[in-house]
Each structure stands twice: as C-alpha cells, then as structure tokens.
C-alpha cells in the first residue's frame, strides 16, 4: 500500500486539501496542522497560490483563513473564490465571514489519516466577537 508518508510537502497539502468536501471549508491553520511535521499555514498558502489555475483536481477554494474570510486580495481572484464556495452552498456575512459551526470541515476520517501519515484535525473555532466597550473580547 503506498502512502502519502514520503510525499513532497506540497503533495501532502493537496491531498489534505483534496479530502474537503464541497460546501466545507478549512484553513490554512488546519489544513498545516493534519500535514504535520512542522508545516505552517503560511506553506499551505504558498502551495495554493502554487496551483495552475487550470488544475481544478484540487479545490483550493474551500482553504480560507482563520476568521473566516477569503485571505486573497481584493481583486478578481477573491471575487472567483466567493463565488465557487457560494455555488457549493457557503454563505457568507455581511463582514465576508462563513460560519465554521455550519460549514467548517471536521477533517479527514480517521482511517484516512492513519493510512496516510496524517494527524487529526483540529476543531474550527469561531472568531472572537467584538464586544462592547469596556468588555473583554472572547477567543471561544
């Protein structure tokens, strides 16, 4: 049985990022932490601005940040994300916001995982709220 254990790291974001189901969305943060050994988020954003744009095998769309926003600049590319996730059923805010408790990812099974080297996903947490003056903010 091959894994993915020895794959080159990009190859391993992929095949994270290829288990997302459509109308789900991860981050970066995520996606790092399943690949492991000492991925950032910051490489799994390099690996998705590494796609041709062509190649659809990989749906780097449902890959957004931890606030729940699309991380590309404003232009057409952040235009074209909003847009393939809308026509998988995610719904944004008005601030540009998904919700993870409706359509965060819960990360690959764990079969999945184990025979492919992978750790389990950390769980998506929302975003602090902005309180009123004078209260604290929430990280939960």
């Given amino acids: 049985m091959t894994t993915l254990k020895d794959a080159p790291l990009y190859e391993r974001i992929y095949a994270v990022t290829r288990q997302i189901p459509p109308g789900k969305v ?25 796609l ?44 540009g916001r998904t919700d993870f408790d409706r359509f965060g990812w819960d990360g690959p099974d764990w079969e999945w995982l184990a025979q492919n080297d992978f750790s389990p996903a950390p769980p998506l947490k929302k975003p602090a709220e902005k309180k009123a003056d004078g209260e604290q903010l929430s990280l939960f």
């Fill in 26 to 50: 991860s981050t970066y943060g995520q996606i790092a932490a399943i690949v492991g050994r000492g991925c950032t988020a910051r490489q799994v954003g390099y690996a998705m601005s590494a």
């Fill in 52 to 95: 041709n744009s062509g190649d659809r095998s990989v749906p780097w769309q449902r890959v957004i940040n931890s606030k729940g926003q699309i991380s590309l600049r404003p232009g057409r590319g952040g235009t074209i994300q909003r847009e393939l996730l809308e026509a998988e059923g995610v719904e944004f805010s008005a601030e």
